[in-house]
């Protein structure tokens, strides 16, 4: 039987044509969204959303491409956009009857809520943010031989194909080789729960190289505007990141300052995947961030 976070209710929601999310639905009181991050599911937020559903509206999805939720075939255009994703996530909370929420995301997940921030900021009462910066950003900070610790993303930026065949050739040391090299804290994700991610993102090789694909390309494009345009995110902001500025060079609160005022930068001294390694740290921030 698949794992499932304790005390959840689990449902399959329509949020776009031919596209249902597999969602985990507990608690009661004001609504978050919790989505994840690569290469996991829903299940990255075990501890955390049973701690939040004490008093609150607490849904947790696979992201469409990753977990139970569908993964449409990629046709080149905005199926993977973190645009199109961040709309699953709105037509979700509105399933429930939720007009506005506040929405954490972690990794990929932390890139669509970025998105649903700027696309539907009527919806997002707060956003978190764990450990990733705007797409821009990103590409902009890696450079040169430190760039190297990106490796994948320039790997799944390759057209349909030689990517998939790659990954396909040695699935679990691909995405085993992330969830150790991340992480400080092995016994955070048992051994059960590696497993449930090695065999999610087997399933799911094509759909993870188009959401990633998707950020090199339509995503960037979709950026671009908003930082022409002078878009921001307009509801309060945390974010909490490791420190990767020293070896990377860059000063990520300033970065992220261009896109939020009203925003709550900090490091962090656990690793990538705070939400299993912290997550008492991190339930801490999400709800001072929901008194704001």
């Known amino acids: 039987m698949a794992l499932r976070i304790d005390g959840f209710d689990y449902q399959r929601v329509p949020v776009a044509e031919e596209v249902a999310l597999n969602v985990a639905v507990g608690g009661s009181g004001s609504p978050v969204v919790l989505l994840h991050g690569f290469p996991q599911t829903h299940l990255m937020w075990r501890h955390v ?7 609150h509206t607490v849904l947790v999805p696979d992201l469409r491409g990753y977990g139970d939720s569908d993964k449409p075939a990629d046709t080149g255009g905005e199926t993977y956009a973190k645009r199109t994703m961040a709309a699953d996530v709105v037509a979700l909370a509105r399933a429930f009857g939720h007009e506005r929420f506040a929405l954490a995301g972690h990794d990929r997940g932390a890139l669509v809520a970025i998105r649903a921030g700027l696309d539907h900021p009527e919806r997002i009462s707060h956003l978190a943010i764990l450990d990733v910066l705007p797409t821009l950003d990103m590409w902009d900070v890696l450079r040169g031989t430190s760039g190297a610790v990106g490796f994948h993303l320039y790997l799944m930026a390759q057209p349909p194909g030689l990517p998939e065949q790659l990954i396909e050739g040695s699935a679990d040391a691909f995405f085993g080789h992330f969830l150790d090299a991340w992480g400080t804290s092995p016994e955070a994700i048992p051994a059960d729960v590696r497993e449930a991610y090695l065999a999610a993102s087997r399933a799911a090789i094509p759909s993870i190289v188009a959401d990633y694909r998707a950020s090199a390309f339509i995503d960037v494009e979709h950026d671009t505007q908003d930082r022409e345009a002078g878009n921001r ?27 939020a005022s009203d925003l709550h930068h900090r490091t962090v001294s656990c690793g990538h995947f705070m939400a299993e390694e912290s997550p008492a740290e991190i339930v801490g921030a999400l709800r001072e961030l929901m008194t704001r």
């Open 233 to 259: 995110l307009r509801m309060p902001v945390t974010v909490l990141q490791q420190d990767w500025g020293a070896a990377l060079g860059y000063d990520a609160a300033a970065l992220w300052h261009g896109w």
């Open 49 to 55: 959303a049973a701690d939040l559903a004490a008093d």
